[in-house]
T-cell receptor, first 114, second 113 residues
């Protein structure tokens, strides 16, 4: 069975600082994909970044990077130079091989302080 | 605009009623997924359709059903509604593999009173 764990219900970060949101996963599959989504207060789910289990380099998308540590089964999201607009819920999700849906963690609410 | 269109955005209905939520996937995407987001259950996968056929089922109640039409839009039907069905219902679409293209709509917020 697949499981995603986000242990930080809430995080605070000063504007312009970097922040790391934790995500650990559990799977016995060798091939899987890891995703991060942002959900602002307006409710929509916004795709941020993807990491494949066979990707040797950490994924980056602008200010977002994914710190992928396969042996530890962690896929932490790093947001650099935080902005006020980064305040939102952040969800880590995983898709396994042969499965077509995403399993989501419980999310982390990030608040950026001016 | 993500390219995935969900209607309506908000829906308020009474217990025992039936509602239909609609989703138009992003152009070119064949797969449609339905998710339910509630405070106590988080984001739960309900069901997936691929090119008109049911492909995977998650924690979908028997009172709920879905279908995907030839033009690839999908509808989620919720019947005999209960207070606990109040939630944000998301539709997402993807291409064949889904590894890169899970695009979510803005959701339908259902309130059952």
């Amino acid at each position: 069975a697949q499981k995603i764990t986000q242990t930080q219900p809430g995080m605070f970060v000063q504007e312009k600082e970097a922040v790391t949101l934790d995500c650990t996963y559990d799977t016995s599959d060798q091939s899987y994909g890891l995703f991060w989504y942002k959900q602002p207060s307006s409710g929509e789910m916004i795709f941020l970044i993807y990491q494949g289990s066979y990707d040797e380099q950490n994924a980056t998308e602008g200010r977002y990077s994914l710190n992928f540590q396969k042996a530890r089964k962690s896929a932490n999201l790093v947001i650099s130079a935080s902005q006020l607009g980064d305040s939102a819920m952040y969800f880590c999700a995983m898709r396994g091989p042969g499965a077509n849906n995403l399993f989501f963690g419980t999310g982390t609410r990030l608040t950026v302080i001016p | 605009d993500s390219g995935v269109t969900q209607t309506p955005k908000h829906l308020i209905t009474a217990t025992g009623q039936r509602v239909t939520l609609r989703c138009s996937p992003r152009s070119g995407d064949l797969s449609v997924y339905w998710y339910q987001q509630s405070l106590d259950q988080g984001l739960q996968f309900l069901i997936q359709y691929y090119n008109g056929e049911e492909r995977a089922k998650g924690n979908i109640l028997e009172r709920f059903s879905a279908q995907q039409f030839p033009d690839l839009h999908s509808e989620l039907n919720l019947s005999s509604l209960e207070l606990g069905d109040s939630a944000l219902y998301f539709c997402a679409s993807s291409g064949q593999t889904g590894y890169y293209g899970y695009t979510f709509g803005s959701g339908t917020r259902l309130t059952v009173v």
